[in-house]
């Protein structure tokens, strides 16, 4: 088994009405998807709406969930920022709790170089040697690319074991996995994405839509692994259209919607993101409806 499983669910944050966490649903949600599908979770990530969530409010979502699930799944802290003393302060305090690993965003807006990128995390890393660090790229978001060149002199650093790579590029995924060693992970930032990203040597997803469908998900990469590539790809094919739509707008939006549709007291986004859905919610029920993903609400 890889560092952290097959299917990494990216832990949406719930609000109340008044835009305060809703941790006693976090706690619920938590619980709900490692019984479907999820063997880790990760919290206050980009589906966390973690830029609008202040540090106490992370720390302590870190503890509700690590509670919620009490050793039944692996719980990864979102402490990545754009500023190396925060995500090293954000990493120790993360330790500090023995959750299983950090996510460590590519520094955004600033830029930094590949020198900088790699000062960065390896400072990080060194600042909490016994936590493993989990890379993740995804330049469209933070404006610079990880090269894999990069993420190969990273990959020497003992704790930093894997990759979340949302750069879309099937050749750059390639690349890094000629350049790190086999036990380096390698997984899959967009949903659309893992089944072709496991053909080059992904190993798993840190998915959005497993909050919907971490079962089938996880049968899909089981699939794959057991050389069933047709089965595969049925399971790919069936849950593409699920795919796009959550992603037809600004994640969480859509996936926030599709919680709300099956019941959950997700609430709403908190800005800048904007919940008037217009047409999406129709295109969204019908994807759901067709999935089966509506009939317990």
Sequence with gaps: MTSFGRVSTALVTPFNQDGSVNYDVAEKLAVHLVEH???TLVVCGTT???????WDEEYHLFQVVQGAIAGKAKVIAGAGSNSTDEAIAATQKANKL????????VPYYNRPPQAGLYKHFRAIAEAAPEMPLMLYNIPGRTGQ????ETVARLAEIPNIVAIKEASGNLDQVSQVKCLTPPEFDIYSGDDSLTLPMLAVGACGVVSVA?????????QMIQAFEQGKVQSATQ???QLFPLFKVLFATANPIPLKAALRLQ???????RLPLEDDLGS??????AVMANLGLLEAA
């Design 145 to 148: 690319n990880l090269l894999p």
């Design 48 to 54: 966390g709406e973690s830029p609008t969530l202040s």
């Design 37 to 39: 599908g999820t063997d």
């Design 263 to 269: 019941g959950w007291q997700v609430g709403l986004t």
């Design 280 to 285: 999406l919610v129709p295109d969204l029920e």
């Design 98 to 105: 023995q959750l299983d690993g950090t996510l460590q965003v």
């Design 235 to 237: 399971i790919h094919l």
């Design 210 to 218: 497993s909050h919907l469908v971490g079962q089938h998900l996880q």
